[in-house]
């Protein structure tokens, strides 16, 4: 199976890319999963119940034990769901199941249950709690956080595999735990057997990627350009594609930066581009220009044109001549990136781009420092939810543990989307989400550009299961 590049960490709590996800998801169980339509599933919680959006109680599952051997107890999923959760240990995921809450967690290892208290509501919780970064880690795990980043605590894993060979820029080998069972129980079972080996593949290009699965040296791999063409017909191969991915200009606007306290020169931005020319260039014509840094299939999300900044170069050109800016981006979006310096150089400004792997690009662009002036942000809302994109551009920086790669909070923006997550209301919720959307929108916080269709290639004897355009690695079955 291929990857993007090298994970940046196997500690799940700190996973920032799509590469750390899929190996989080691999190694490391989540008390819940998603399913189809919206729907969630048990993983290590064999049920739960919300009583409000601040008060849920989950019933763990007897039998699960970790890579070492010892019993997943409450206690053992309380302290990891403690950790996941606590403001110190840094993980931009907490902001998507919290928010700015708190929440406390009491196991009871004789009634076999983990009751969460948050100190407001967030009815995202729930959800927040089937990403890969909520994954459970294990009491060894938790022992050395620093060999647990480096993926060499062997005791450490909660989910099906255990990561057996590490080799940085080659290959990554996982390996499935003898007798382990503790398979969720999705709406539509799965066929066929889990692979008793999984071998993990860096590969940067998505033609290269096309050309493996070709040739027998993939069994599965992503791609999202002119690539997924390389399939049409062929019988070889099953596909599936998902739209979950969005991509947006975000502005670093902490002190000292350019974009700092200067809407106008963010508006100029986007009056000097043209989202369908960018749409085209990453997705081979296959997306679709976006109103909102959320795709059109999530509920709530904006569809007001008029809210959008119209193209105007010649205004654009006044305010950005001779400006320098410093454009980033992931290296799969190199010819997006290529385009957005282009056209801001067309405009007068000086621009710099840099295309990076995935891991360094996350961890630039997360880090708070005044390294990058545009970033391209290419999103992959695992969530399924518009708070999970708008969180990237309001609320807590990433420095703060937030998710905000801003750097500026936004607390008009902000109050509307803990008012949506207060709410259970669907028509109340999408009230306060279009006000959010108003302001960043007005604001130019982030500047919509388009979804990124990614396509899923299996090769015929493999499945790997998409729930509502988010690719569960953990479901990779070989026919029998």
């Not at 729930?126 to 005791?155: F, H, M, S, Y």
């Not at 399939?231 to 200009?249: E, H, I």
């Not at 662009?365 to 939810?385: E, H, P």
Request: hydrophobic share 40%; glycine share 8%.
């Amino acid at each position: 199976m291929s990857l993007n590049t090298d994970p940046a960490t196997f500690d799940p709590a700190l996973a920032k890319g799509g590469d750390d996800y899929t190996v989080a998801r691999l190694l490391f169980d989540t008390v819940v999963r998603k399913d189809s339509g919206n729907r969630l599933v048990g993983g290590v919680a064999s049920k739960w119940k919300a009583e409000d959006a601040a008060h849920y109680t989950f019933t763990i599952r007897k039998g699960m034990t970790c890579s070492d051997g010892s019993a997943i107890t409450p206690s053992v999923v309380a302290r990891s769901l403690t950790r996941f959760t606590s403001p110190e240990t840094g993980s931009s995921a907490r902001a998507l199941a919290l928010g700015s809450t708190t929440a406390t967690f009491t196991a009871d290892d004789k009634a076999g249950t983990v009751k969460a208290a948050l100190s407001a509501p967030w009815s995202d919780f729930l959800t927040g709690l089937t990403l890969p970064q909520a994954g459970i880690v294990c009491p060894a795990g938790l022992a050395d956080a620093k060999k647990l980043a480096a993926g060499k605590v062997t005791g450490a894993f909660s989910g099906p595999y255990t990561l057996t060979s590490s080799r940085p820029a080659v290959s990554y080998r996982l390996t499935l735990r003898d007798k382990y069972s503790a398979w969720p129980a999705f709406a539509k079972p799965l066929t066929g057997v889990p692979a008793k080996h999984v071998n993990l593949t860096p590969i940067t290009d998505y033609s290269t990627i096309a050309t493996q699965l070709l040739s027998g040296s993939l069994d599965v791999g992503v791609v999202a350009d002119e690539s997924v063409a390389r399939f049409d017909g062929d019988s070889r191969f099953s596909t599936s594609s998902a739209s979950n991915t969005t991509t947006y200009l975000l502005f670093n606007e902490r002190p000292g930066t350019v974009f700092a306290k200067r809407p106008d020169l963010r508006t100029a931005v986007a009056q000097a581009i043209d989202a369908q020319t960018f749409s085209d260039i990453i997705s081979g014509k296959r997306g679709s220009v976006t109103r909102s840094v959320g795709s059109a299939k999530l509920p709530c999300v904006n569809t007001d044109r008029s809210l959008l900044v119209a193209a105007d170069r010649a205004a654009a050109a006044k305010k950005l001549a001779g400006v320098r800016f410093r454009v980033v981006g992931t290296t799969l979006l190199r010819g997006g990136n290529d385009y957005i310096a282009e056209a801001l150089r067309k405009v007068g400004a000086k621009v710099t781009v840099d295309s990076l792997d995935n891991a360094n690009w996350a961890t630039i662009t997360s880090a708070g420092g005044k390294d990058w002036d545009i970033n391209v942000q290419g999103d992959n809302n695992m969530m399924g939810t518009l708070t999970s994109s708008l969180l990237r551009v309001m609320g807590p920086a990433t420095e703060k543990g937030g998710r905000n790669k801003t750097g500026l909070v936004n607390e008009e923006g902000y109050a509307f989307v803990n008012r949506a997550m207060s709410k259970l209301d669907r028509t109340a919720q999408c009230s306060a989400f279009q006000s959010a959307q108003k302001s960043f929108l007005k604001r130019a916080d982030a500047i919509p550009l388009s979804t990124l269709p990614s396509t899923t290639v299996v090769a015929k004897g493999y499945s790997v299961r998409t729930f509502d355009d988010y690719l569960d690695p953990a479901t990779l079955r070989i026919a029998k």
